[in-house]
């Protein structure tokens, strides 16, 4: 594995790669890396030739200063991960590579208020800054194919509304969320929890699958009411439950009329925010 911290040599590393006519798959991340980031390297490696995964803990996305000072950072162990799983390339940059004085790296453009429900509620600014850092990305190392996962259900919507609203010449590819054996979702995150959290947590997964089991059975308002109640009851702290179409974002109030339902959740573990979705409806595959 070749491990890249300047742009420069990425770029160059991989125009020799197109001289070969190799195909290059993308998939970015904010390190700290479990087996879901690694399943997206898989999946990379099966629709490509070169596999280039990013670590960049990206400060215009944190609306939370202290979230981000407590983002866990470790490198070393992350290289190590994707060198045993045959990553090809680990772009790391510093933020002045990725920011450079002078360089506009803002994304205009209209998100038809796809940033602005469930986590762009609570985040705000959050999506602007996954966007402009996406798009730097996407633009430095120019893959044929970018792979993210369903686990951050709201930045897939967007980066695909990006992808088609700049007609941006990637093919965008979604991986599934994976789970520890209890439900919990995967996530850099989970690391920081309590035990007493930790052992808790699977409550939101518990709760989507209820969702989708309810679905068909009774009014869906009281359905997320329900599964409200029990993750506060649980002794997480609820941000938003929300039943949406998987394409417009938009809240749902007859299930019938839509054929991708997706049901996503926030809620807090002490001061560890956590995120989790699930499709009812249809599939994004
Ligand atoms: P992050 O490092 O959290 O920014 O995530 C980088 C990429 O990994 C994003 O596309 C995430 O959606 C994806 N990802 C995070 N957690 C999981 C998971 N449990 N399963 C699959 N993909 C994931």
Not at 65 to 74: F, G, Q, S, T, V
Not at 199 to 219: C, E, F, H, M, N
Request: glycine content about 6%.
């Amino acid at each position: 594995m070749q491990l890249s911290t300047k742009v420069s040599t990425l770029q160059t590393y991989l125009r020799q790669q197109r001289v070969l006519r190799k195909r290059v798959a993308f998939i970015p991340t904010m390190g700290a890396l479990h087996e879901g980031h690694l399943s997206l390297v898989d999946i990379g490696q099966q629709k490509a030739d070169i596999t280039v995964v990013s670590i960049f803990v990206n400060p215009t996305q944190f609306n939370n200063p202290d979230d981000l000072l407590k983002y866990p950072r470790m490198l070393e162990k992350d290289a190590w991960m994707l060198e045993n799983r045959n990553t090809d390339i680990l772009f790391a940059p510093v933020p002045e590579e990725i920011y450079p004085p002078g360089l506009e790296t803002q994304v205009e453009l209209d998100l038809q208020g796809l940033d602005e429900v469930m986590e762009g509620e609570f985040r705000p600014g959050h999506f602007k800054g996954m966007l402009q850092v996406v798009k730097r990305l996407l633009d430095i190392v120019g893959p044929d194919s970018l792979v993210m996962g369903q686990k951050d259900f709201q930045q897939f919507t967007l980066v695909r509304h990006m992808i088609q609203s700049l007609k941006l010449p990637v093919q965008l590819i979604i991986g599934p969320t994976l789970r520890e054996p209890d439900g919990l979702a995967m996530s850099s995150r989970n690391m920081r929890l309590t035990p007493e959290f930790r052992k808790i947590a699977p409550v939101l997964y518990q709760v989507l699958t209820q969702l989708r089991k309810d679905l068909d059975s009774g009014s869906l308002d009281t359905a997320v009411q329900t599964g409200l109640m029990r993750i506060e009851n649980s002794g997480l702290r609820p941000e938003y439950l929300s039943v949406v179409d998987a394409f417009s974002l938009k809240k749902v109030i007859t299930p019938g009329k839509h054929s991708h339902l997706v049901a996503c959740v926030a809620a807090w573990a002490g001061d560890i925010r956590l995120i989790d979705n699930l499709m009812l409806k249809g599939s994004l595959d």
